[in-house]
């Protein structure tokens, strides 16, 4: 029997239209919405359209957004002194700064510069840190969008084997620590893994993000496991493909995201909600009036 597909595109509209109720019965209470600034160095094709989607789905959802657009000859001190000023002004609640940067800017630096309250990507290591400790924190956008995928379609972690393939600060780690959080016994598998399809058939749920187009075939799935695919390369055509060869892998697995219309639509959501909690944080703790 083929896999039920998880339509991440669906998942994340409805994510997108709860949250949105949520932000206008937050300003009906409080008057405040949240804020948040994008900043982008340069005008990479790449980032201004994945700035575009960002911005979009800020204004369906009420979320006052602003792209801070600079020159790419910036230097790295200027635009830390921008980070600093948004840091400080406490009617902006989420930073995000487009990535990747101009080669003389050194994208760390800039990454710890931000505001770990206001970092919306969850890339800061201080809510990467906050994560691996089980306490509050910004969680990565595309780890936390994995997991609402597998809580929509009623895929209880506690108890279960999940093994990860890739260990990436964005997204394998993460994602491994927050299956962690929820009970799971995670494995977590990278290039150097022996026996990989072995370890991986292990899972009852695999999550893959490892760039590498169709890896993952019908010999790395236990029958019924759920599969989600982080992947996104493209093709010669320019077609999206995931990491999973999903045509043989859904004849085996019990549930399996496609690639596009998966994880990646779940990703843009998660971060807007992390613009909401992080206004809701900042409101609690007295940071903003
Ligand atoms: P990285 O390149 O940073 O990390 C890849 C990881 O996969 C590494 O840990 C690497 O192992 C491991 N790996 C690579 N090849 C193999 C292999 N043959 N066998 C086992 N492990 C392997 O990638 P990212 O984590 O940034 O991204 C992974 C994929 O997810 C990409 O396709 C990316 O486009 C996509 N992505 C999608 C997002 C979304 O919104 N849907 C968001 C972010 C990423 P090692 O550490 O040993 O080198």
């Known amino acids: 029997m083929s896999a039920e597909i998880i339509d991440g595109f669906m998942i994340a509209k409805g994510y997108r239209e709860r949250l949105a109720l949520e932000v206008e019965k937050f300003v009906a209470e409080h008057g405040v ?15 201004l359209s994945y700035i575009k989607g960002k911005v979009k789905a800020a204004a369906e959802i009420g979320i006052d957004s602003e792209v801070l657009r600079y020159e790419p000859s910036i230097t790295e001190a200027e635009l830390l002194a921008e980070i600093e000023r ?28 931000v505001d770990p309250m206001k970092d ?3 890339f800061h290591p201080v809510n990467q840190g906050n994560s691996l400790a089980g306490n509050w924190c910004l969680e990565s956008c595309t780890p936390k969008g994995v997991i609402a995928l597998l809580d929509t379609i009623g895929c209880d972690l506690n108890g279960k084997k999940v093994v990860v393939i890739g260990r990436s600060n964005i997204v394998g780690k993460p994602v491994s620590v927050l299956a ?6 995670v494995t977590i598998c990278h290039s150097r893994t022996q026996n990989l399809a072995e370890e991986a058939r292990q899972a009852d749920v695999l999550i893959v993000a ?58 843009i959501a998660m971060l807007m909600q992390n613009a909401f909690e992080a206004m809701t944080k900042q409101i609690s703790e007295g940071a903003v009036s």
């Open 210 to 267: 490892i760039g590498q187009p169709k890896f993952v075939g019908a010999d790395f799935v236990k029958p019924g496991a759920v599969v989600i695919d982080v992947g996104i390369s493209r093709t010669a055509e320019n077609k999206l493909v995931g990491d999973v060869d999903f045509d043989s892998v859904k004849e085996v697995a019990g549930w399996i995201t496609p690639v596009p219309r998966g994880v990646g639509p779940m990703t």
């Open 33 to 47: 919405r949240p804020v948040i600034r994008v900043l982008l160095v340069g005008d990479n094709p790449a980032s």
């Open 180 to 185: 962690l959080n929820r009970n799971a016994t």
């Open 120 to 122: 919306i990507d969850g």
């Open 86 to 113: 948004i840091n400080q002004n406490p009617a902006i609640h989420g930073i995000l700064v487009q990535l990747p940067l101009p080669k003389h800017i050194d994208e760390h630096k800039v990454g710890l510069a």
